[in-house]
């Protein structure tokens, strides 16, 4: 029988590997304990969002260290082993040079996560892997029957970014779709960006990919240094293996959401989102989930029926009164808008 993984990740950077997180409420370097604590509590909550509906399904969590923090008092350790979460520790075989792309110094630990899991998984079995500041609010097996019954290996959240000038992490559906074919997979059209957040595959696609990427990284490598186009972050390259194995592109699309909630920037919540099973909220990680952590450590974080879980949620993470209204923000935001608008600002 198909066995189910629902899995996330954390990764420590050390002084040298240091990176800019833009959406993070934190602004020490990133290899600071009070930065990395803020994933540690996403991480807290991501596996407990999750237990509430899937507790006889397999929870892994995949780091680069072996050291788990105490925050606040509180065990994760203890956490772990009590609800059979397992911690799976890796190096990073796979690290960026300096400048290859700033944002993302890291991102292609991914790859080591699935060189490891392609040791362990069989091939039907589905595993899913988001990244922690994600939350659960129903049960999610109703789509690994989806990926059970299909004839695809992956199913995939996708953007409407597919046009020739569309710009995602530093490459345009063109520089993609131009990539691809170097990398043999030929398109008519412009190739959709596939959201990293969301890693949801049969362990088949697994295994296929880690038999291509060393390849594929050496080469993006040699890119790099030669100054040529390459898949800036692992997304970029997932959204290639998506097409090379045969992903449902957008067949998540219905089931998560990047939600945007602070006003002040950017918010793009509609009325239906809390329908949705997994909601993804970059906002939120020194908010929302900082809420649900110390309700989890306090022991309140316990509900009667689902009616009740989801009102939390909502109130929690998507109501707009959370954010105090910014006015500076709100004022250079609008000052922009009007000088793009007549052309004195690109």
């Known amino acids: 029988m198909a066995e189910n993984i629902i899995s996330t990740w954390v990764y420590l950077d050390s002084e040298e590997e240091k990176s800019k997180y833009p959406n993070n409420s934190v602004k020490a370097s990133s290899n600071s304990p009070e930065f990395q604590a803020i994933y ?3 991480v807290i909550v991501f596996f407990q969002t999750s237990l509430r509906f899937h507790k006889n399904h397999r929870h892994i969590l995949f780091t680069n260290t072996e050291n788990i923090p105490l925050i606040n008092g509180f065990s994760i350790k203890d956490f772990f082993e009590e609800n059979n979460i397992e911690v799976i520790s890796l190096k990073n075989q796979y690290p960026l040079p300096n400048g290859y792309f700033n944002s993302f110094r890291n991102q292609f630990f991914e790859f080591s996560i699935l060189q490891e899991v392609s040791k362990f998984i069989d091939k039907d079995d589905n595993f899913l892997m988001l990244d ?29 970014q597919n046009k020739a000038n569309s710009n995602v992490n530093g490459l345009t559906g063109l520089q993609m779709k131009e990539l691809f074919q170097d990398f043999g997979v030929q398109l008519n059209s412009f190739p959709f960006y596939s959201g990293g957040e969301v890693l949801l595959c049969k362990g088949d696609f697994i295994k296929k990919v880690m038999e291509d990427f060393p390849t594929l990284f050496k080469e993006l490598m040699k890119r790099n240094a030669e100054g040529k186009i390459k898949f800036n972050e692992e997304a970029h390259v997932l959204s290639y293996f998506y097409y090379k194995y045969n992903g ?3 067949g998540l699309n219905a089931h998560i959401k990047r939600m945007w909630t602070n006003h ?52 929690t993470m998507l109501d707009p009164k959370n954010y105090k209204v910014d006015y500076y923000k709100r004022l250079k935001k609008n000052v922009l808008k009007i000088a793009k608008a007549v052309g004195l600002k690109n």
């Not at 049960?139 to 290996?153: R, V």
């Not at 900082?290 to 029926?305: Q, R």
Request: overall charge negative; charged content about 30%; some cysteine.
């Open 248 to 250: 449902n592109i957008g």
């Open 132 to 160: 922690s500041d994600c939350i659960f609010t129903t049960s999610i097996d109703k789509i690994f029957n989806e990926l059970n019954t299909s004839k695809f290996t992956s199913i995939t959240y996708s953007f409407d």
């Open 40 to 42: 540690w509590r996403c």
């Open 264 to 315: 002040n920037y950017y918010r793009n919540i509609e009325k239906d989102d809390f329908k949705r099973a997994i909601w993804h909220l970059p906002n939120e990680k020194g908010q929302g989930f900082e809420t649900m952590y110390n309700d989890i450590v306090n022991k309140k974080f316990e509900f009667d029926n689902q009616n009740m879980y989801l009102t939390y949620a909502k109130d």
